[in-house]
């Protein structure tokens, strides 16, 4: 009986409360702390029929009910309910807060309970927590690209630090440098902005990428050659693009566990060409040769091989 009468507010929530609904609502959710559970429930199940009619092309892009579609929403309460209690009988709950770590060398493709798509880079750690009103990923360190499944109704936020990202059918990448953050958008726009800052949200169309910094935010355009080089990894490749060879160093530390180090005097040198993550020994002998250096190999203790690439 509570879950009928759950699905029923959260049919009539759905087209829009009155007043006088509001009011009744509020009075049944104070009758029995059971109420707002049930209520929860059938938000969610709601959720999961939305992102059904988007899936069947009853939507358009913009989340509208396509033409010969509306009368969905002329059901009102009554069908809508029932397509609900349904749902619940199935178990269609809130979505649960999870964890998800890779590590050094691994990226996995992982699908998300919504639909959307997640691709975690290597040495990345996400906190996934999806409710009735809200997709959320926390982006605790590293990276990953987002392929977004489509529904206004539940946004697609992404945390980094303070930075937020929200997106609704979009595909963008997020990495996480310490303090700082790095958005790339290769699909629609995304709205980014910082819960430190009054700023306004800034809106990010593909083909930009956005630097974000404490107290300051850069938006560009963004040439085919640097998204090549910027989400390269996708496809297990690191693509140098006048790269200096500590910034590419660095790169190859993040996919492999024996380590690689450059000598200061190298360091600012510029290396191009592009490598599979894990041939860090092939990437030592190319990049030596191109900066007139040599490479040299040791034993560290706790590290692991290091390889250095240091001056003849």
Partial sequence: MIDDIACRWAAAIDRGLDGDEEARLAAWLEQDQRHRGALLRATAALGLLDRGRALSGRYDEDGVPRRDQRHWRRWGGGALAAALVAGLGLGFWPDR????????????????????????????????????????????????????????????????????????????DVRREGEAARVVVTKGVVKIWSVDSADPPRRVAAGEWAILH???????????????QQLAWREGRIVLDDMTLGQAVAEFNRYNNDQLEVAPSLAGRRVVGWFRIYDADGFAAASAAMVGGRVERREAPGKGDVTRIVPQ
């Fill in 214 to 228: 404490p107290g300051r935010m850069a938006v560009r355009a963004m040439a085919p050659q640097a998204s090549d």
């Fill in 97 to 172: 807060a999870e964890r998800i770590d890779t590590r050094i060398g691994e990226i996995r493709r992982m699908p998300l309970a919504d639909g959307s798509v997640a691709l975690v880079n290597s040495g990345t750690t996400l906190r996934v927590a999806f409710t009735p009103a809200e997709r959320h990923i926390d982006v605790r360190k590293g990276e990953a690209w987002f392929q977004v499944a489509h529904n206004p109704k539940r946004p697609f936020v992404v945390a980094s630090g303070p930075y937020r990202v929200q997106a609704v059918g979009t595909a963008f």
